[in-house]
């Protein structure tokens, strides 16, 4: 098989001179002779030498317009982990910079994160550390990670290819996100979606040879018929219709309970101009051609994401009724949105790299900035799996703007609420809020924010932050210092909890703890005094039956195995299941019928007046609309950690299907290849092509229950898939 071509070493200086002319020549000439006597008859799993890996990296890179240590670091990146090359070697031969970069991206390799959790959290508390001192870093991991996945089909392991591809989803594209560098991202989640569920991602380009067939035409008419309009206005544009990627629809799938076919922003059109009063000037001319589409309009020229993200969106009915989403930009609105912090590699006073003071003339931020974000978040510290969650939810979410009543601007991800306000301006605000106004109305903590609020934060004089807060926040930021304040106060309750425990089953035994030392049991679980041992007892670590056995070994008690997962149910054992400050001890809990509550959803509890006791909701349950007005009768709930990781819940999925042979067939075997377990199906017919199917799924939380949806719309057959919530 004849292998792929790599840049020789005349083409990557050139490709770095066609940028920078003043680059150095020999510098990069020594790097690449370097590197490639350094690996030597290294090969990778392509077959291909070694070598050429770097090589490419470095050539990912000068598409970026990097400056020289940037594309030297990328072809050395590489020697110090798996040659004998140190770090000093790589100071004397070339300069204190490059060796610190090349360390820097070692350091990175060596932290390749795993789906073990106690690992990934530990590895990506240093690894944001690391890339959050120099972006070239990150950028050079990037391009690093980016040519490992267009190889990734030649490594022979599935599972080794799988945990590449994921670690890719959750980690390294949201990274390129997060500095804008979107080709990358883009490129990275396609590749990844590709080896993740190939069978989603060929359901969905299926769908879009289909469309692209019959909407092609009315893409390039819609173009012409919006840069004739600007024309005629006198401004000068390029207008040009764009697909999504199918990762992008995908993804919109999941979020969405809608269907392919009712997706309307399969094709996006982007409209260049000159200056940012020509955005402005263009969409006055668009809003007076064609009706605008009420709540579609966004200003991130005025207020850019944090990414540096600048463009003007908006969608109109446009011509032939076309449903149109636009987006207004610049050329260099554009280049930043498509190469982040890249894009601002420039010439300044005779020498070439980032110019930061340009990109805030620009409008933009510090590269740095969101992942500093991030090290606020790492700090905390906490629990290694919501470490994790919380670093990716920061990755992940999307804005939302709101003002102090000075008129201080605070982006906050989208679905942020008021408490996620208060802990983005400081920690101790957070900790002593007590209330607050929305534009100089009282209004629940629970409110989610919108574009254009004034928030003001009522506080209190001593901080009490209730442990369900939690599911009032969405930040990372606001959670673990939440995190962090409880762990300061709970140790005191678990510490009460544990010695009444150990009290308890001593009596049982007819035996009194003050009477013995507790040595044996402290030396037996490696705890360094007996308050540990009792905070261990609370929270579940050690068994009270565990410590009497070590006090007395013959006095054993018996215990029940418990199965791997529990169903949950209402009840007296639902207690195990959702916890929360509102909880009144002996209140009977059930869990609604209407939006059957499943873990991960955010949950809330209805006090129900005719005395059956407590009822679980999801927050967006149609019947909280009955007690808005009674707001004594709310509980604010979370799931306890032994639901969310060791018990599965009953959910019920709705499905408009196509009314042919075999096609049920298909939809229940999606549901299970997706591990969805079926325990009810009930089919009621609509019309001649299409029938409505009830399916009774058992889930893990509601993360897997979106998955199985989402997998469901990605068929050509399935019309619609909602979740049923009465």
């Known amino acids: ?137 990150l950028m050079v991991k990037l391009a690093d990670r980016l040519h490992n996945m267009r190889t990734l089909h030649f490594i022979k392991s599935p599972a080794k290819r799988e945990r590449i591809a994921r670690e890719t989803l959750d980690i390294y594209a949201p990274l390129a996100r997060n500095i804008g560098m979107q080709r990358i991202c883009a490129e990275l989640e396609e590749i990844a979606f590709e080896h993740l569920n190939p069978v989603a991602r060929d359901a969905i380009i299926r769908r879009l040879e289909v469309l692209r067939e019959k909407q092609g035409p009315a893409v390039s008419l819609v173009s012409s018929e919006v840069a004739n309009r600007l024309d005629a206005s006198g401004i000068p544009a390029r207008v040009f219709g764009r697909e ?35 955005c402005y000037r263009a969409l006055g001319v668009v809003h007076r051609a064609w009706p605008s589409v009420p709540e579609r309009f966004k200003d991130f020229i005025s207020t850019p994401k944090r990414n540096n993200y600048r463009s003007l969106h ?26 982040g912090v890249a894009a601002h590699w420039r010439y300044k006073n005779e020498s070439y790299g980032f110019d930061a003071e340009h990109q805030k003339e620009a409008g933009g931020r510090d590269p740095l900035v969101n992942l500093r974000h991030l090290v606020q978040v790492l700090e905390h510290g906490g629990d290694v799996e919501e470490l994790v969650e919380h670093a990716k939810l920061e990755m992940y979410l999307d804005q939302v703007f709101v003002f102090t009543p000075k008129g201080q601007l605070v982006s906050l991800p989208r679905g942020g609420m008021p408490l996620d306000f208060a802990y983005a301006l400081h920690t101790d605000i957070g900790d002593t809020c007590i209330g607050v106004k929305i534009n100089g109305e009282l209004k629940p903590l629970r409110t989610p924010l919108q574009n254009g609020d004034v928030v003001e934060v009522i506080r209190g004089g001593k901080p009490v ?23 300061q106060t709970e140790k005191e ?76 149910e209402g009840g007296e054992g639902a207690r195990l299941y959702v916890r929360g400050s509102g909880l009144t001890p002996g209140v009977s809990i059930h869990f609604g019928q209407c939006c059957s509550p499943v873990p991960g959803d955010r949950i809330v509890g209805i006090l129900e007046s005719d005395g059956r006791g407590l009822t679980v909701h999801t927050i967006d349950c149609e019947r909280l609309e009955a007690f808005e007005e009674n707001e004594e009768l709310w509980r604010d709930l979370q799931w306890t950690p ?21 096609v049920l ?30 399916f009774d799924v058992d889930v893990n939380d509601a993360r897997h229950l979106t998955h199985i949806a989402a997998a469901l719309r990605a068929n050509p057959s399935v019309e619609t898939v909602d979740r049923a919530k009465a």
């Open 642 to 662: 032994d639901a969310e990781r060791n018990s599965i819940a009953r959910a019920r999925l709705r499905a408009t299907i196509r009314n042919a042979v075999g």
């Open 1 to 137: 098989m004849k292998r792929p071509r790599f840049l020789r070493q005349f083409e990557l200086i050139d490709k770095v001179r066609s940028y920078d002319p003043t680059a150095d020549e020999a510098l990069l000439n020594r790097a690449y002779v370097y590197a490639m006597r350094m690996h030597g008859a290294q090969k990778r799993a392509s077959g291909d030498p070694y070598f050429a890996h770097p090589i490419e990296v470095a050539g990912i890179l000068t598409d970026y317009r990097l400056d020289t240590a940037t594309i030297v670091t990328a072809l050395l990146h590489d020697v110090i982990e798996d040659t004998p090359v140190s770090r000093a070697d790589i100071d004397e031969l070339f300069g204190p910079e490059i060796g610190e970069l090349v360390e820097g991206v070692t350091k990175l390799s060596k932290l390749e994160l795993s789906s073990e959790h106690l690992r990934q959290a530990e590895n990506l508390r240093k690894f944001i550390l690391a890339i959050s001192k120099d972006v070239r870093v």
């Open 244 to 278: 999504k990627h199918p990762f992008s629809i995908w993804r919109k799938l999941q979020r969405k309970s809608i269907g392919f076919s009712q997706l309307s922003d399969i094709y996006a059109f982007r409209v260049i101009v000159d200056s940012d009063d020509d």
């Open 465 to 487: 932050v209730p442990p369900d807060w939690r599911s009032l926040t969405v930040t990372g930021r606001a959670r673990s210092a939440i995190r962090r304040h409880i762990r």
């Open 493 to 568: 309750e678990f510490t009460r909890l544990g010695r009444a425990a150990i009290d308890q089953i001593f009596a049982a035994a007819e035996k009194s703890r003050k009477d013995v030392s507790l040595r044996p049991a402290l030396d037996r679980f490696a705890t360094p005094g007996e308050d540990d041992l009792y905070e261990a007892v609370g929270r579940g670590r050690v068994s009270p039956a565990q410590v009497l056995d070590a006090i007395f070994p013959g006095l054993k008690a018996v215990e029940r195995d418990v199965a791997a997962r529990h169903r949950i």
């Open 665 to 694: 067939g298909q939809v229940c075997t999606i549901i299970g290849e997706a591990g969805g377990n079926i325990v009810g199906l009930r089919m009621h017919h609509r019309q001649s092509d299409f029938f409505d199917v009830d």
């Open 314 to 339: 908006t969608t109109v009915v446009g011509p032939k009724g076309m449903r149109i989403e636009m987006q207004i930009r610049t050329e260099y609105m554009d280049r930043v949105a498509e190469e």
